[in-house]
């Protein structure tokens, strides 16, 4: 496609994206319609005007007639024109507002804000470009008093829409703050965790996930892990019994996040993370993965999580297999977690030799794997000495110098 077309009577070329396509001059006004594509205002008013319902660069039917002012064009518009005023180019006025139609509170029906709001969503799933461009006009901002605007009645459908857009976003730590520094705020997030709708329940999981992770204060971070409810809220998601990668991921993310806080460790295993994740260990894609051993192995450190994952059949094999497979994280993790458990549990020593974490640990020591995933498995190997085979190689006594940084 062409950066730019013929000259116009200024004597200057108008980028090609700068031009509306329906009258193809430069746009005043911009907005963008439900399939994505930008017009100026009056070209396109004037087309649905005239009984056209299809969109006309697409030609894909218009199911909802909301413009959205594409304020990031429009100053782009206006700062080529300032540079190419000694060319006689004029600069378009400046909008009356800065925010999206559906800003103000009491600007339009319920219903139009609320399909306002869908078609942001829409946009906002579409592509990166969409996101941040509705990042810069204070969106979030916007989404945030939106959702939070009576956090002592039932969610309206102006709420649940704003909340599914804020979990596309990562938030300032001032706008985090704003959450975390109100407990009825937190308390209203953590009630949706338990909502009729999946979605909605995913959604204020990944909207908390943000906020513990986008603050610095520790106190705020141990008040929200204290909610009540929180972690039964966030592994019910991780327990939802139908294919849904996204709750995985996002269920993985915000429990992750809230057991880094250590005071509430022991209250995410009261409410069921060591059946939860490892059920589930073998569905995460890789980056999922590594964060639901990492979990695994925070929760190992503390008597009540390293014995509640000892108690699952499949703690030890699974462990044990994943060493080597899946990342060098992973295999850290893994490796860590199983120094924990058979620190505690002369069982799960005999548990991880029948597995066979020997000839594991022994590749891993021998790998590329990092430094603490090698330290890690020389601290299980001397631990698990009493219990390998007579005729094992690993009975001599190459590991008995071995220089180990405590876990």
């Not at 064009?73 to 540079?83: M, P």
């Not at 709420?159 to 706008?175: G, H, V």
């Not at 204020?204 to 809220?233: K, M, N, W, Y």
Request: proline share 5%.
């Amino acid at each position: 496609m062409p950066g730019s077309l013929d000259p116009l009577d200024i004597g200057v070329q108008i980028p090609y994206h700068f031009r509306c396509p329906i009258s193809l001059e430069l746009m005043r006004d911009p907005v963008t319609v439900c399939t994505g594509q930008t017009y100026d205002r009056s070209s396109i008013e004037s087309w649905v005007a005239t009984g056209n319902t299809t969109c006309p660069v697409t030609r894909v039917p218009l199911t909802d007639f909301t413009l959205i002012p594409n304020h990031t064009l429009r100053r782009l518009i206006q700062d080529w024109c300032v540079a190419n005023r000694s060319s006689g180019v004029e600069r378009i006025p400046t909008e009356a507002t800065g925010r999206p139609d559906f800003a103000s509170s009491g600007s339009g029906t319920f219903s139009s804000r609320v399909s306002a709001l869908r078609r942001l969503r829409g946009l906002a799933r579409d592509s990166d470009k969409n996101r941040s461009v509705i990042a810069a006009n204070n969106a979030r901002e916007i989404m945030l008093s939106i959702v939070f605007a009576d956090v002592d009645s039932e969610p309206s459908e102006l709420n649940l829409e704003s909340l599914a857009i804020l979990s596309m976003f990562t938030l300032s730590e001032p706008e985090c703050l704003y959450v975390a520094s109100d407990s009825d705020r937190v308390r209203y997030l953590v009630n949706l965790l338990f909502h009729s709708s999946i979605d909605v329940r995913v959604n204020s999981a990944a909207l908390i996930e943000t906020v513990v992770a986008g603050i610095r204060s520790p106190e705020l971070r141990t008040q929200i892990s204290s909610a009540d409810g929180v972690f039964e809220g966030i592994i019910g998601i991780l327990n939802y019994p139908f294919a849904y990668p996204r709750a995985l991921k996002i269920g993985i993310k915000a429990l992750f996040a809230l057991c880094l806080v250590k005071q509430h460790r022991g209250k995410a295993v009261e409410a069921g993370a060591a059946e939860a994740l490892i059920d589930r260990l073998t569905e995460f894609e890789k980056c999922d993965a590594e964060r639901a051993l990492a979990t695994v192995e925070l929760l190992c450190r503390i008597p009540s999580g390293s014995a509640a994952f000892a108690s699952h059949a499949l703690t030890v094999p699974l462990l044990v297999k994943i060493i080597l497979k899946i990342s060098d994280r992973a295999t850290e993790y893994a490796a860590g977690a199983l120094l924990s458990l058979c620190s505690a549990s002369e069982r799960a020593q005999r548990e991880a030799v029948a597995a066979g974490v020997l000839t594991q640990l022994l590749l891993l020591v021998q790998s590329d794997c990092t430094e603490r995933a090698k330290r890690k498995a020389q601290m299980l190997l001397k631990l698990l000495r009493d219990s390998w085979p007579d005729d094992s190689i690993a009975n001599s006594d190459d590991f008995a110098g071995s220089d180990v940084v405590p876990f």
